[in-house]
């Protein structure tokens, strides 16, 4: 069993920065991927949006106009993926949930398991 717990979302005035921690119950390069994904206020589940994920190859992809303000990283030793966030805007505001994903192979199918937090609230206030 996969589990996933975030932390460190809040509020933050624009312009400023916060990281988002999340811990898996399992090495963080045994998925074929894990990152984040956020759904902003009145979106629902299948509007969730990509903010970053790193692949166990360590290949790194970022969501639209976010690289440059947001970094993924991880720490293999503590299990964990980090989301730095800076120069935060109102936009950014939204419920940020760690992903990871497991693909299996049958034959020639492939199947994707998608795994998810709790989510974490980040509001950033003009």
């Known amino acids: 069993q996969v589990q996933l717990v975030e932390s460190g979302g809040g509020s933050v005035q624009a312009g400023g920065s916060l990281r988002l921690s999340c811990t898996a119950s399992?090495?963080?390069?045994?998925?074929?991927?894990i990152g984040w994904y956020r759904q902003g206020p009145g979106k629902q589940r299948e509007q969730r949006e990509l903010?970053?994920?790193?692949?166990?190859?360590?290949?790194?992809n970022y969501g639209d106009s976010l690289e440059g303000r947001f970094t993924i990283s991880r720490d293999n030793a503590k299990n964990t993926v980090y989301l730095q966030m800076s120069s935060l805007k109102p936009e950014d505001t939204a419920v940020y949930y760690c992903?990871?994903?497991?693909?299996?192979?049958?034959?020639?199918?492939?199947?994707?398991?998608?795994?998810w937090g709790q989510g974490t609230q980040v509001t950033v206030s003009s």
């Open positions: 992903n990871a994903v497991l693909i299996n192979h049958k034959g020639w199918e492939r199947y994707r398991n998608d795994y």
């Open positions: 399992r090495s963080t390069i045994s998925f074929d991927e």
């Open positions: 903010v970053a994920t790193i692949s166990s190859d360590g290949s790194i």
